[in-house]
């Protein structure tokens, strides 16, 4: 008997319109399923029933002898297109929802590219044993309120880091940014890239740029030495000119292969 060999999330996110959200549901040992209800390019809705009816398919015996749903792991994809602000943070009702229900211990979040569908990356991020769920407290005060998550998805926009940081501590979430092969996460946001997944830069890139650099600046070094008073002669005033010249058309290469490759 031949086994059939399950899809990896990957293949079912990029399988689905790139632009629109989808809500999904993975079981240990299962492929993840569409729970989605209503979604456009900013939000989707769980189905409720068709997540009552995984769970209830997929109960089993507790310690204490009760028989439960198992532990699940949310997962939905977050569209990015040009825009700055587009990335795998979550929102505010991202973690409305994640937080209030207790049998989902992890949730995932897919950077989905608007155009090509291609997964870019996750944010996971997963409880732990003393995670508060809607409503229960922490230490004194410290308890799950929507406005707090609004000021939180606030924070994101100026300092994600801190953000996320905060959030962690405060709700006892351990979370960590797992890119796709070919992509990582710049260790700051920058108004080019927001805080998002981004292409690696290759080794030819990057031997591109320090060739580049080099040839421009030897270029300027052996150029100039012909207006500052250092030539000698003649003879060594055309050597210069050619060194120069050969740096800047080497430099000017090295550029432009870089710009293409980008």
Not at 171 to 200: C, H, M
Not at 243 to 256: D, H, P, Q, S, Y
Request: proline share 3%; glycine share 6%.
């Amino acid at each position: 008997m031949v086994a059939i060999k399950r899809k990896a999330p990957r293949e079912t996110i990029e399988g689905h319109n790139p632009k629109i959200e989808h809500v999904y549901v993975k079981l240990p040992g299962q492929e993840i399923k569409d729970i989605t209800l209503n979604s456009d390019e900013y939000s989707a809705e769980h189905d409720e029933m068709k997540l009552s009816e995984v769970l209830r398919q997929n109960m089993v015996v507790s310690s204490s002898g009760l028989i439960v749903p198992l532990r699940y792991t949310d997962l939905h994809n977050h569209s990015v297109t040009g825009e700055v602000h587009d990335e795998a943070l979550p929102s505010a009702d991202d973690m409305w929802v994640f937080l209030r229900n207790g049998r989902n211990k992890t949730m995932a979040i897919a950077q989905q590219d608007s155009k090509t569908g291609e997964v870019q990356g996750y944010l996971i991020l997963r409880k732990r044993k003393d995670t508060p769920s809607e409503g229960s407290k922490i230490g004194e005060n410290a308890v799950v309120r929507r406005h707090e998550l609004y000021r939180y998805q606030h924070l994101s926009a100026q300092n994600p880091r801190v953000a996320m940081d905060e959030l962690s501590k405060k709700y006892n979430i351990q979370y960590r940014w797992v890119p796709a092969k070919g992509y990582e996460l710049p260790s700051e946001r920058t108004s080019q890239t927001g805080w998002r997944f981004v292409k690696k830069r290759s080794s030819l890139e990057s031997s591109a740029v320090t060739v580049s650099v080099i040839g421009l600046l030897g270029a300027t070094f052996f150029l100039s030495s012909n207006f500052t008073g250092n030539v000698i002669n003649n003879s060594n005033s055309i050597i210069s000119n050619w060194i120069g010249g050969v740096l800047f058309v080497v430099g000017i290469v090295g550029f432009f292969a870089y710009f293409r490759k980008r």
